[in-house]
């Protein structure tokens, strides 16, 4: 698969989603701008790189001899199938056993019986956005403290912040802080002067960027994570399977219980790696022994949801009430794209447009969720919505190749704690898709 067929591929699988359902909210993951407007030239690495870059050139070499057939595939979508409803059933599972742990803490001492739930979107840099908010959010007393969550979901940017806030200490959110305020622009570079050659998997090499990621998904990170999966909490992770053309919801959770006992932390790794591997920019991913992209191709803010597991609930416990169900969403941009001039370009023309479409899929997304949450306000249910996305009126994207500008990202940080200490921003109610009301 080379780079254009991985962008192809993608643009396929986000305008697939759009028709069968409206429920995509995608994050921005791809934009013509980005792939065809940079300027050839090569990146010399660093002598103290070197060796990390050959060893990611080498595995970008195989990725670039893969050799998989049709019939082969379709044996894999069986087997993917079947992988795919052990692992929603498992999550299922867990989340019923967490409801009985807080049904039995109710009855026993009456603490409330709420469950907090918090999807953090993508975003790409901006997730500095979304780590300054978490952090201000600690100092918040009252009905809007900062709960210990029974999910946290994440996708691309936010799927690098999401076990941070999944082990909610002030430890935890000092360190996602430290990493988005200090960016280095060697995160990701150009494979030489060649790097837009269609037979390549990619036009950026992303070793330095995994090498961040071993580097803050510690052994301690990791074990804090499978703490709290041993207490029935869920972290979620999307990305979407290039293959299959399909988001697939990972419980890092899980992963981690695994990591803990086998002692190796490399699908961990892989699967965050994968939520935030923009297609054609950043080469696809291997987990499970099919290709990785970034999540926000097939939903930018991903929550595992089974049409049963109220019923199945009510029929394991028909005494007990429901509980109350809080969801809060934090987005790592604007909900509608900041205004830009279109130039004569067919360039300019085809990145507005993936712009636009993207960030409308992901108000019509979160449309979705809404009307989720009203139908079961209607049925009875206690539910609560809330989300805070970038403002309007916010620092604007730099004019640079930089991908992670240091400048940028250290006011949209600043930003989000400032806003996360202030209870006022949260919103209840969806902006309007065809309207700036």
């Known amino acids: 698969?080379?780079?254009?067929?991985?962008?192809?591929?993608?643009?396929?699988?986000?305008?697939?989603?759009?028709?069968?359902?409206?429920?995509?909210?995608?994050?921005?993951?791809?934009?013509?701008?980005?792939?065809?407007?940079?300027?050839?030239?090569?990146?010399?690495?660093?002598?103290?790189?070197?060796?990390?870059?050959?060893?990611?050139?080498?595995?970008?070499?195989?990725?670039?001899?893969?050799?998989?057939?049709?019939?082969?595939?379709?044996?894999?979508?069986?087997?993917?199938?079947?992988?795919?409803?052990?692992?929603?059933?498992?999550?299922?599972?867990?989340?019923?056993?967490?409801?009985?742990?807080?049904?039995?803490?109710?009855?026993?001492?009456?603490?409330?019986?709420?469950?907090?739930?918090?999807?953090?979107?993508?975003?790409?840099?901006?997730?500095?956005?979304?780590?300054?908010?978490?952090?201000?959010?600690?100092?918040?007393?009252?009905?809007?403290?900062?709960?210990?969550?029974?999910?946290?979901?994440?996708?691309?940017?936010?799927?690098?912040?999401?076990?941070f806030a999944f082990v909610g200490t002030e430890e935890a959110y000092t360190s996602i802080v430290d990493f988005y305020a200090n960016p280095d622009k060697n995160w990701v570079h150009k494979r030489g002067m060649l790097y837009i050659k269609p037979s390549h998997v990619s036009l950026y090499n992303d070793d330095m960027?995994?090498?961040?990621?071993?580097?803050?998904?510690?052994?301690?990170?990791?074990?804090?994570?499978?703490?709290?999966?041993?207490?029935?909490?869920?972290?979620?992770?999307?990305?979407?399977?290039?293959?299959?053309?399909?988001?697939?919801?990972?419980?890092?959770g899980h992963a981690a219980t695994e990591a803990v006992s086998s002692g190796s932390r490399d699908r961990i790794h892989s699967i965050l790696l994968a939520s935030s591997a923009i297609p054609a920019v950043f080469p696809p991913v291997v987990v499970d022994d099919l290709w990785y992209g970034d999540g926000g191709a097939t939903a930018n803010l991903t929550l595992f949801t089974s049409p049963g597991f109220n019923a199945t609930w009510r029929a394991l416990h028909p005494e007990a009430p429901m509980p109350k169900y809080r969801i809060w969403i934090v987005i790592n941009q604007q909900v509608r794209p900041e205004p830009a001039v279109t130039m004569p370009s067919w360039v300019s023309v085809a990145g507005r447009g993936l712009d636009t479409m993207t960030q409308s899929l992901q108000l019509f997304g979160m449309h979705l969720l809404h009307k989720i949450v009203e139908d079961y306000q209607a049925a009875g249910m206690d539910i609560e919505f809330r989300w805070v996305a970038i403002p309007e009126d916010a620092p604007k994207s730099p004019d640079s190749k930089n991908m992670f500008d240091k400048d940028y990202m250290l006011a949209l940080e600043k930003l989000g704690r400032k806003m996360g200490a202030d209870p006022s921003v949260w919103k209840t109610e969806v902006p309007l898709v065809y309207s700036f009301d």
């Open 1 to 163: 698969m080379t780079a254009y067929s991985s962008f192809i591929r993608i643009l396929e699988v986000m305008i697939m989603r759009f028709k069968k359902d409206g429920r995509s909210c995608l994050l921005l993951c791809l934009s013509f701008g980005l792939v065809l407007a940079v300027s050839p030239g090569s990146v010399e690495a660093k002598n103290k790189k070197e060796k990390k870059a050959a060893k990611q050139h080498s595995t970008v070499q195989e990725l670039e001899k893969r050799d998989l057939s049709s019939a082969q595939l379709e044996t894999i979508r069986a087997d993917y199938t079947k992988v795919v409803a052990e692992e929603r059933n498992g999550m299922m599972n867990t989340a019923l056993r967490r409801l009985e742990r807080e049904y039995k803490a109710y009855k026993a001492t009456g603490t409330p019986f709420v469950r907090d739930i918090l999807i953090i979107s993508g975003g790409g840099s901006k997730g500095a956005f979304g780590s300054g908010f978490l952090q201000g959010w600690e100092s918040v007393k009252g009905p809007t403290a900062l709960p210990v969550f029974d999910v946290v979901s994440g996708v691309s940017t936010g799927a690098l912040i999401a076990p």
């Open 209 to 252: 960027l995994q090498e961040m990621i071993r580097t803050r998904i510690d052994e301690a990170l990791v074990e804090a994570v499978a703490e709290g999966a041993a207490e029935d909490r869920l972290l979620q992770i999307g990305a979407t399977n290039l293959d299959l053309g399909i988001g697939r919801i990972f419980d890092l």
